[in-house]
């Protein structure tokens, strides 16, 4: 795909959602997208290999949750993968502070050679688990926002997020469409980590019919201090 053909669907799609990508921007999206699929032949990134899905589902499914998120916020993005949805926030919003965070070390070079490469400040990625993160004095309690794409269960997510969502942010967390009965069963676990859901929001991505569901939970009270648990142990036994 050529920038000229990139430009028009980026900006076509982002615009759907109500979002202006000028043509720096197209560029560093259009520069991420070429070193991804150059590291995906190496290290499994990405399943999405089709540059025009690239687009959709990963870049413009990651700037949806951008209304949510004021200018010069604190973001931390667990289980960031490959970047999303922190880079695409980052390359559409330049005034965010944004931590990365992953647990396998390979992805966390990946995601440093865009940072230099795509000349993004405020950003930094992090080789570490979210429990680990979580207990830190540095990072504890000190976004404005958390967020985290296709990570874990809900009742499992919010025990990597919420520790480290100061009082009076939020978690976002991106889900498909099928998550009421997931929703249903993190709600107990959500009060006792100090959150409480204030919005769940349903959509389709753009010229397509895949649904997505934002659940926006804003952190309401102090999360206890045994919270996160050893790394493994929320996954293995969630807070019920």
Known sequence: MDINEFYKQITDEANQINIT????KVEQFYKYMQILLEWNEKINLTAIKEEKEIITKHFIDSITISKYIKDNSYIADIGTGA???GIPLKIINDSYNITLVDSLNKRIKFLEEIITKLQLNKTKAIHARAEEIGKNKEYREKYDVVTSRAVA???VLVEYMLPLVKVGGY???MKGPDCEEEINKSKKAIKILGGKIEKQEQFELPKTNIKRTIVLIKKI??????YPRKAGTPAKSPIT
């Open 83 to 85: 970047g999303f949805p």
């Open 171 to 173: 978690c976002i967390c």
């Open 221 to 226: 009270n102090t999360t206890p201090s045994k």
């Open 21 to 24: 990508i000028n043509n720096e």
């Open 153 to 155: 269960d809900l009742s």
